[in-house]
């Protein structure tokens, strides 16, 4: 299994300003999620970032709001910017792993933002 | 477009009984389909996953069923504890590598 880790853990923002979520995982992987799940419900894909190539946004999401760095196999970041509080909501990396391809997905242990 | 449905959305129940919960999916070409639990404000923890060939996954107390002709599966936990207290989740990856969650059912197991 793959174990992930993100930082911060939690974390209170103003509005119009930016938050840089950070995901390791112990292990190379070769596909990387970012979720998004806002209070009460289930999780939305934000995108997936894969090593080497620009990440692939879903329908609803836009670089500009959700810029994502994936600088190498073992991790990635997620930009939250100009905050409203909207985006209130708990951010979840995920990876897919032992083997790619197997759709077996492991997740992080959640960020959660609150933007006043 | 894939859509997934978990019912019920809530279940209590008393300490110690069986209980089933349910997710049904519409589009049937499924690659798997992995069930989850996640604590309140927590990440989520993978439970079972049963590949689009298989019929069941077991682990512990938990047995996870498939019936992919049908978009149905179900999740059995049995003599029920007030750890299992959580959201469940269940969620099916198509071969386009990507994956649709249903909302939940969050389970209460009274002492």
């Known amino acids: 299994s793959a174990v992930i880790s993100q930082k911060p853990s939690r974390d209170i923002c103003q509005r119009g300003t930016s938050l840089t979520i950070q995901c390791q995982v112990d292990?190379?992987?070769?596909?990387m999620f970012w979720y998004r799940q806002q209070p009460g419900q289930s999780l939305t894909l934000i995108a997936t970032a894969n090593q080497g190539s620009e990440a692939t946004y879903e329908s609803g999401f836009v670089i500009d709001k959700f810029p994502i760095s994936r600088p190498n196999l073992t991790f990635s970041t997620l930009t939250v910017s100009n905050m409203s509080p909207e985006d209130s909501s708990i951010y979840l990396c995920?990876?897919?792993?032992?083997?790619?391809?197997?759709?077996?997905?492991?997740f992080g242990p959640g960020t959660r933002l609150l933007v006043l | 477009k894939q859509e997934v449905t978990q019912i019920p959305a809530a279940l209590s129940v008393p300490e110690g009984e069986n209980l089933v919960l349910n997710c049904s999916f519409t589009d049937s070409a499924i690659y798997n389909l992995q069930w989850f639990r996640q604590d309140p404000g927590k990440g989520l923890t993978s439970l079972l996953l049963?590949?689009?060939?298989?019929r069941e996954q077991t682990s512990g107390r938990l047995n996870a069923s498939l019936d992919k002709s049908s978009g149905r599966s179900t999740l059995y936990i049995a003599a029920s504890q007030p750890g299992d207290s959580a959201t469940y989740l269940c969620?099916?990856?198509?071969?386009?590598?990507?994956?649709?969650f249903g909302d939940g059912t969050t389970l209460t197991v009274k002492p």
């Open positions: 049963i590949q689009s060939s298989q």
């Open positions: 969620a099916v990856y198509l071969a386009s590598g990507k994956s649709t």
């Open positions: 292990s190379q992987v070769t596909m």
């Open positions: 995920s990876v897919e792993g032992p083997i790619a391809g197997a759709g077996l997905l492991y």
